[in-house]
């Protein structure tokens, strides 16, 4: 067995070739390491904050204003609202007009030709024609109000329970006609 021996500037030669070795593969590993781990952070924050961010900047941007419009003679202001404000008005008056029709008032329902119906006032078409019905289950029969005014609506279906669906098309509905 033969044993070697570092001693004087063999020895500092080695050493300092060896960490130079040891500081380069260092620094191989960590220019190789850092973007993976860069991206891991860069994940976790995106999860915790920036995707949250950029929702509430996206809702923000979406987000309609009310328009107030003056355009009447009399001096009436008209308030626009946008498609997320339910105006409580429109269903009481579509209500009132049903009972001018004959209905009677039972709570949330109209008892109207014998059913006891949900009303539904949709002041336009769909754009894709198919119309969605949220009724409760209790109801015989949604009654539903198209196009016009709550108080003047240009069409009424009476759609019975056993053909209601909660999504329904105007060509299933055109049958219901009052």
């Known amino acids: 067995m033969k044993v070697y021996k570092l001693t004087g500037f063999k020895a500092i030669l080695f050493l300092i070739i060896f960490f130079t070795a040891l500081f380069i593969l ?9 973007p993976i781990i860069l991206i ?15 929702k ?3 809702w923000k941007l979406r987000k309609k204003r009310i328009k107030v419009e003056d355009y009447s003679t009399n001096g009436e202001i008209k308030i626009r609202f946008p498609k997320r404000i339910k105006v409580e008005g429109e269903e009481d008056e579509f209500i009132k007009y ?3 029709l004959g209905g009677k008032k039972d709570g949330n329902f109209i008892i109207f030709k014998g059913y006891k119906c949900y009303p539904i006032f949709k002041k336009s078409y769909p754009l894709n ?9 209790d109801a ?14 240009k ?3 009476l759609i019975p329970k056993e053909f209601l669906k909660h999504r329904m098309s105007l060509e299933e509905i055109k049958r219901f006609k009052v």
């Open 26 to 34: 260092l620094s191989i590993s960590l220019v190789l390491l850092l």
């Open 40 to 54: 891991f952070l860069l994940y976790i924050l995106y999860k915790l904050k920036i995707k949250r961010f950029f």
């Open 56 to 58: 509430n900047l996206w």
């Open 98 to 100: 049903l009972i001018k």
């Open 129 to 137: 024609e198919v119309l969605t019905l949220n009724y409760p289950e």
């Open 140 to 153: 015989e029969a949604v009654i539903l109000g198209l196009k016009g005014e709550p108080y003047n609506p």
């Open 155 to 157: 069409f009424i279906y």
